[in-house]
């Protein structure tokens, strides 16, 4: 069955309720396309945002990063944040000024910091970690040692509540623009990766791997 998280008043959109969405099948393909998310958090009485790489382990999040990083230690430390996820569909083009608009597809989620502490739980989640950032890539690179371990935190944030807010289609003109002499549509948006590059210091006879030649964005 669907999970849906319920509405409160952390996670209710307001404006245009009719584009917000509270299932996890609607929440959960945003945070995984999403390539990376942006955390807030207070400290000292000082907003703080930071645009990290994140992954998502079921219902929660992980993100990792050097052990001396604040928003990590303010998340071991069972700190609350508020992570954005953003994915951009296209610039929509209205009649009027008014109506132009963005399709966008983004989720927002509460919650609070868990340390993965064990070796164990650490590498398992390091690896879905590296899964959402390359598939295959795991299994084809060096895995963390001990030293990098370490210096490494690793953190999950459980989610207790989250939100998806989505806009498509075409500008929502008003209809006395409609006989106006204005252009009006969607010009759609899509990022896409190149060509690899190789590295300089590679050493030679290493082909570039099909994983990375053929990686696509995770688009539905
Ligand atoms: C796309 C992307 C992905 C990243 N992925 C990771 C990740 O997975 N793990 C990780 O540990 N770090 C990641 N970073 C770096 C991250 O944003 C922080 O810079 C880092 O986590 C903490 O740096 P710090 O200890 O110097 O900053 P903090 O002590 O957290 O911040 C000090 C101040 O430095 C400034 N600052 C910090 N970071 C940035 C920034 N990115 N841009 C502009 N100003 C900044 C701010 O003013 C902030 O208040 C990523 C950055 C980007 C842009």
């Not at 945003?30 to 079921?58: K, W, Y």
């Not at 490494?152 to 939100?163: D, K, L, Q, R, Y």
């Amino acid at each position: 069955m669907t999970q849906t998280f319920p509405k409160t008043n952390r996670n209710r959109v307001k404006r245009l309720a009719e584009r917000g969405h509270y299932d996890a099948d609607v929440i959960y393909p945003i945070i995984d396309e999403a390539l990376i998310c942006h955390v807030s958090f207070m400290h000292d009485g000082q907003p703080f945002i930071i645009p990290t790489l994140h992954a998502r382990d079921n219902d929660r999040i992980l993100l990792h990063g050097s052990q001396a990083n604040r928003m990590l230690r303010h998340l071991e430390a069972g700190g609350e944040v508020c992570i954005a996820f953003t994915l951009v569909d296209g610039l929509v083009i209205a009649r009027s000024v008014f109506h132009h608009s963005i399709n966008y597809r983004s989720a927002v989620v509460f919650g609070k910091g868990e340390l993965i502490e064990g070796k164990e739980a650490q590498y398992q989640a390091l690896e879905v970690f590296m899964d959402k950032f390359m598939p295959e890539r795991w299994n084809d690179s060096r895995v963390p040692n001990e030293v990098e371990m370490v210096q490494t935190t690793i953190v999950s944030v459980p989610i207790e509540s989250a939100s998806a807010k989505v806009r498509v289609g075409p500008p929502k003109d008003d209809a006395e623009d409609f006989e106006s002499p204005y252009w009006s549509g969607v010009l759609p948006f899509q990022a896409s990766y190149g060509t690899p590059i190789t590295d300089p210091t590679l050493k030679e006879g290493i082909e570039v791997p099909d994983y990375v030649r053929n990686y696509r964005l995770k688009r539905p």
